[in-house]
T-cell receptor, first 116, second 114 residues
């Protein structure tokens, strides 16, 4: 019962470095999401995907890129890390079939990222 | 745009006290409403949900009723335990967007003392 797995769990970067966060789900879900969590602000949507090979921007996409080459994986990239990107990043997934928009999203345990 | 407003925390209660965490929302149409809970060092877990007006979601002793007239979805529990200490997030999914992404409130930290 892996569910949604995020790697790594912790990472410290220097300003200007690049890195990729990996999200993997084993529930055959079509929809996948990347959120960031900052103190006092809840979670905000960075990018999302409604299926393999598709991605779209959320509310705070600047400075991030994503890819969904395989249905089970959703990658979040930071091209040139900035201190403002210090945050906890959560990945989530959900199935497509949902007339009433009430299917829960399944969350990973998060990646804590610090940019110095 | 859509938004969710929660009462600020932290909320500190003694064990067996009554809990209310207020949540109001702004959205067009009839969004689905959720409460998620985040325990220290973990991801978010769905606590309960409601999809239409007057629905009551319930789980683990927690309850929330979808009130369309007041655009609210307050979380309640009759008797809290130390193990309920966590951060609680109210969230919605609008009906009219294909992405089905959650819009979250800022979260309310609950601390229950023995």
């Amino acid at each position: 019962n892996a569910g949604v797995t995020q790697t790594p769990k912790f990472r410290v970067l220097k300003t200007g470095q690049s890195m990729t966060l990996l999200c993997a789900q084993d529930m055959n879900h079509e929809y996948m999401y990347w959120y960031r969590q900052d103190p006092g602000m809840g979670l905000r949507l960075i990018h999302y995907s409604v299926g393999e090979g598709t991605t779209a921007k959320g509310e705070v996409p600047d400075g991030y890129n994503v890819s969904r080459l395989k249905k089970q994986n959703f990658l979040l990239g930071l091209e040139s890390a900035a201190p403002s990107q210090t945050s906890v990043y959560f990945c989530a997934s959900r199935p497509r079939v949902d007339r009433w928009a009430n299917q829960p999203q399944h969350f990973g345990d998060g990646t804590r990222l610090s940019i110095l | 745009g859509d938004s969710v407003t929660q009462m600020e925390g932290p909320v500190t209660l003694s064990e067996e006290a009554f809990l209310t965490i207020n949540c109001t929302y702004t959205a067009t149409g009839y969004p689905s409403l959720f409460w998620y809970v985040q325990y220290p060092g973990e991801g978010l877990q769905l606590l309960l949900k409601a999809t239409k007006a007057d629905d009551k979601g319930s789980n683990k002793g927690f309850e929330a009723t979808y009130r369309k007239e007041t655009t609210s979805f307050h979380l309640e529990k009759g008797s809290v335990q130390v193990s309920d200490s966590a951060v609680y997030f109210c969230a919605l999914i609008p009906m009219d967007t294909g992405r089905r992404a959650l819009t979250f409130g800022s979260g309310t930290r609950l601390q229950v003392q023995p």
